[in-house]
């Protein structure tokens, strides 16, 4: 037999137990040593050889006893195989893992437990109780499953976590009841999982297929038809569903460009769908997001600096939210999409894509919407102001000719006259004879004299017969300044401005002032022509305003009537 010392290197045989117990005379007790077989096997062995004395106390032969240990040893050995395959999983595993006294007291943590929990070392968690890591309501889920694991051996429950810096990850909580060798409870072995990125990708693909079948409805809508009115309040519905927001809002244009009305909306306190209006000043969100391209976020509308929070936002508790412009059927546009909710958030980029897509197919619906109003309207207008017309014609050709010196100069005055009602005409009629811009209007009638006339005004959309009737007056404002004003010169410049001024009862009123830098000595007093009578005719008589004239220090002719009352006519019908 050959043998070996523990750690493999070979003993000699006059180094073995047996020799030195036979030489020193002295026993030895429970010496291991490794045996090797003929056959080639080894075998750990606790020897014991002990001397026989004579008579007379010498050595004469020793007794030794062979304890096999083998056994022994292979399963201290694939136990620290096990330990040290153990220690790698817990300090390689993504999971966190805990073991518990049966109090909940945390023994151990793995690091990646440290690293997920945001804890410096195992000392910080290490002593404290598990279920201090808890929010009350997962604290008593916790509860319930170590009782479960009592019971059955093993409890799950699923709750969010709120680390040191305000981080909240949602984790998976797996308990298994550790036993000693008797079966009497010992401690908790918990296995943690991170499902906050599982979580948030299954959120995601919802949410997106939410998207895809509203958009799908609103387009279906489109197709049907819709009224235009029902068409925002069911489209508006689906997008506070699709976005999952308590909140959300069309505001179109009001006519007279001063502020934009709540149209259709979802989670508004009653009464304000309809009613409530919100300005369209850069203070506020809605405004802002009508001076600036592309969509505007609001993570945190407390801390936000680039606008105020309207008060129709703060009084519903508004926190983040983000807004898109709805384009109209010219350059100015229909209003603002927004939605809105009561906590912090933010919006990734499916969800701003999904809100500019929603935000075209209501403009792509109104502009349909608007065609096919006009072309009604057009109709209808065509039938109707043909007989009028004519003989708004005819008084007109009297009247010039009962103040013209001469037929030729009463000829020039007609055909004058007329193309200005051709021009207005045509401007109105190009888009079904309905509403039309002011600035449109003041650009087409004073065409001529552009690069000496300063104009400036609101965003104003006035019906179309009122479009109409102020060309009229603009051309005979016009006429008289190049016979006696500023545009009689050369170098001469006339400041138009348009407004809407508020009144202290009823409608407000539109605000059109004319001023002439200069007025030449030898012009008709005012009130005495056709160009006056006729203004005076329009605005006092046919639409109940007054015509205000100045002379000094400059000429300046204001007009003023009530606002018409077609504030929200477009999205109601």
Not at 176 to 185: A, E, K, M, R, V
Not at 406 to 426: G, H, I, P, T, Y
Request: hydrophobic share 35%; net charge negative; charged share 25%.
């Amino acid at each position: 037999l050959r043998i070996f010392q523990t750690d493999g290197t070979p003993l000699a045989h006059e180094d073995c137990p047996m020799a030195i117990c036979l030489k020193s005379g002295q026993g030895v007790s429970n010496h291991e040593i490794i045996v090797e077989r003929p056959d080639g096997s080894r075998k750990n062995v606790l020897v014991s050889p002990q001397p026989l004395h004579d008579g007379h106390g010498h050595v004469i032969g020793a007794i030794n006893t062979l304890n096999d240990i083998t056994g022994l040893r292979e399963s201290e050995r694939a136990r620290d195989t096990n330990a040290q395959l153990t220690e790698s999983i817990l300090r390689h595993s993504k999971d966190c893992i805990k073991l518990l006294n049966l109090d909940g007291t945390l023994r151990s943590i793995n690091p990646c437990g440290c690293t997920s929990l945001e804890l410096a070392s195992e000392s910080e968690a290490v002593g404290k109780n598990y279920f201090d890591f808890w929010q009350p309501a997962d604290r008593d889920a916790a509860l319930a499953a170590v009782e479960t694991s009592r019971r059955t051996g093993s409890g799950r429950f699923r709750a969010d976590y709120t680390s040191s810096s305000g981080k909240v990850t949602t984790w998976d909580e797996m308990m298994s009841l550790i036993t000693d060798l008797d079966g009497t409870p010992t401690g908790y072995l918990v296995i943690s999982r991170d499902m906050t990125r599982e979580l948030q990708d299954a959120q995601a693909k919802n949410e997106q297929l939410a998207q895809e079948k509203a958009l799908a409805d609103i387009g279906a809508m489109a197709v049907q038809q819709v009224p235009f009115q029902e068409f925002m309040e069911r489209t508006i519905v689906k997008v506070a569903d699709a976005l999952q927001v308590p909140l959300a809002k069309i505001l179109p244009y009001a006519d007279q460009a001063d502020h934009l009305w709540l149209a259709a909306g979802v989670g508004w306190q009653e009464g304000l769908v309809g009613n409530a209006s919100v300005g369209t000043e850069k203070a506020s969100q809605a405004g802002y997001t009508l001076s600036v391209e592309g969509p505007v976020i609001v993570e945190d509308l407390i801390a936000e600096k680039r606008f105020d929070g309207p008060p129709l936002l703060v009084e519903h508790g508004v926190r983040s939210g983000m807004s898109v412009t709805i384009s109209g059927t010219g350059t100015r546009p229909f209003g603002v999409i927004g939605i809105h909710d009561t906590k912090v958030r933010q919006f990734d980029e499916s969800q701003i894509t999904f809100l500019e897509t929603v935000a075209n197919l209501i403009a792509s619906v109104h502009r349909q919407n608007e065609f096919s109003k006009r072309q009604t309207l057009l109709v209808r207008e065509i039938a109707h102001r043909s007989g009028n017309m004519l003989q708004f014609v005819n008084s007109i050709f009297n009247q010039t000719v009962r103040n013209s010196e001469n037929l030729a100069d009463a000829k020039v005055k007609f055909e004058e006259r007329l193309a200005q009602m051709s021009k207005s005409n045509l401007l109105i009629s190009s888009d079904g004879w309905t509403k039309s811009n002011v600035s449109d209007l003041v650009a087409q009638t004073l065409e001529p004299f552009q690069d000496r006339i300063d104009s400036s005004g609101r965003d104003v959309m006035l019906p179309a017969e009122l479009c109409f009737d102020l060309g009229m007056v603009l051309h005979e404002l016009a006429t008289n300044s190049t016979k006696y004003g500023a545009l009689s010169g050369a170098a001469g410049r006339v400041c138009l401005i348009w407004s809407i001024e508020p009144q202290k009862e009823g409608r407000p009123d539109f605000v059109l002032t004319w001023k002439d830098q200069k007025r030449q000595s030898n012009a008709a007093i005012p009130g005495t022509g056709f160009g006056t009578k006729l203004i005076k005719q329009l605005i006092e008589s046919k639409w109940s305003g007054r015509v205000t004239t100045e002379l000094e220090p400059e000429f300046c002719c204001r007009l003023s009537m009530p606002f018409p009352e077609t504030i929200h006519s477009d999205a109601s019908a």
